[in-house]
């Protein structure tokens, strides 16, 4: 995998210097959030002074590979070489910059890109507060793709909103940047079905006897893991409305209280009870090395956001998953490393969550 070169732009879309020889170069891309990257490289190469905050790094030809700088760091090691190491997030990472401001609960139904798009637009594109809006940013022609859902916001972080839904209705999403228009545009998308078990397109498995993957970890979790939601909508003590959701019986039962005090109805509570019990899923996923064989090429024949097969026989493992992240490593050993299934919760993205149940309760 060769070590594409990165340009440097400013957000007018001015080219301020193209960079090819940096030490390493770690590109992540993910499915349902932004991704995130980082560069090193020895100061006194050629337009390492290019590499400020706020500028835009685009690696190779994608236009959906591209990301901005908010974190410069030099570094000098024992040697005394001194290395400049910047990274930031994908150009998706612009949303967490604003939350969802409103006087009363944002509401909307539609397909999932509707959804997203809306509040988008609410908050970055068209907002009535004019100083919210980002001139350089776009919204691409909405399609209506993804599954119907409802959806409400109101004072929440919108990069984690925007997740929310991705991962509720499993869909995509990513800015790409337009040179023609000078715009950054906001897109989702939803991958293709790859796996082993359809015939419509050329399947993808990942495997040792295909003689592709190694470095594999995978994971099954119930820690989290709830199927019985008792959701509590408006009022107080005996008086607060609850409604039941999901199933379960005997031992593999297990019950969470869900606070949805916001919902107006009875549909809306039991939709919102079933938004938050899916929160409590089952934890499965799997991480490996890429290995490039030939067999299977990325951004061809398989790439984020496609379902596809992974097998590993010692293991008794057969898994039809999302690929929901790759990371590109371009060092002087280059690698691709991706994940499948669903992301491990950290403590930051849990303590996230009950921040934002707190003020979705206020």
């Known amino acids: 995998m060769a070590a594409p070169s990165v340009r440097v ?22 499915f349902y959030r932004a991704g995130e990257w ?59 910059r604003r939350i969802t401001v409103t006087d009363a609960y944002d509401r909307i139904r539609g397909p999932a890109e509707t959804v997203m798009k809306h509040y988008i637009a609410n908050h970055l594109t068209n907002s009535i507060y004019l100083d ?3 001139p350089v940013f776009s919204i691409a022609p909405d399609q209506q793709r993804g599954k119907q859902t409802p959806w409400q916001t109101r004072f929440e972080p919108l990069d984690v909103v925007i997740q929310e839904i991705a991962e509720w209705c499993d869909i995509g999403w990513f800015v790409r940047l337009d040179y023609a228009a000078k715009k950054w545009i906001f897109d989702v998308y939803e991958g293709r079905n790859l796996t082993a ?53 005997g031992l593999n039962r297990r019950e969470a209280f869900l606070d949805c005090s ?40 398989w790439d984020l956001g496609d379902r596809v097969t992974l097998q590993n026989k010692k293991w008794g493992l057969t898994m039809d998953s999302r690929i929901t992240e790759v990371k590109e490593i371009y060092e002087p050993a280059s690698s691709l490393e991706i994940v499948l299934g669903d992301e491990i919760p950290t403590i ?15």
């Open 9 to 30: 732009l400013d957000t007018q879309f001015n080219l301020l210097g193209e960079i090819d020889d940096y030490e390493s170069l770690q590109f992540t891309r993910r």
């Open 38 to 96: 980082e560069m090193h490289i020895a100061l006194g190469k050629q337009n390492v002074d290019a590499l400020q905050i706020d500028r835009i790094i685009v690696v190779g030809k994608d236009p959906e590979k591209s990301g901005i700088i908010i974190q410069r760091e030099i570094v000098q090691d024992e040697q005394g070489i001194e290395t400049l190491v910047v990274k930031g997030p994908t150009l998706g990472g612009v949303l967490n």
């Open 132 to 134: 919210r809006n980002i």
């Open 197 to 249: 078990g359809q015939s419509a397109l050329p399947p993808v498995i990942f495997s040792h006897e295909f003689d592709n993957i190694k470095s594999q970890q995978y994971m099954d979790s119930y820690l989290q893991y709830k199927n019985v939601g008792y959701a509590g909508g408006k009022g107080e003590e005996e008086d607060r409305l609850i409604q039941m959701v999901g199933g379960g019986t």
């Open 262 to 301: 916001s919902a107006e109805d009875i549909l809306e509570l039991v939709e919102m009870g079933e938004q938050k019990l899916a929160e409590l899923k089952r934890i499965t996923t799997y991480n490996g090395q890429v290995l490039d064989t030939g067999s299977f090429v990325y951004q061809k024949d």
């Open 348 to 362: 930051k993205t849990a303590m996230n969550k009950l921040e934002n149940n707190v003020k979705r309760s206020e």
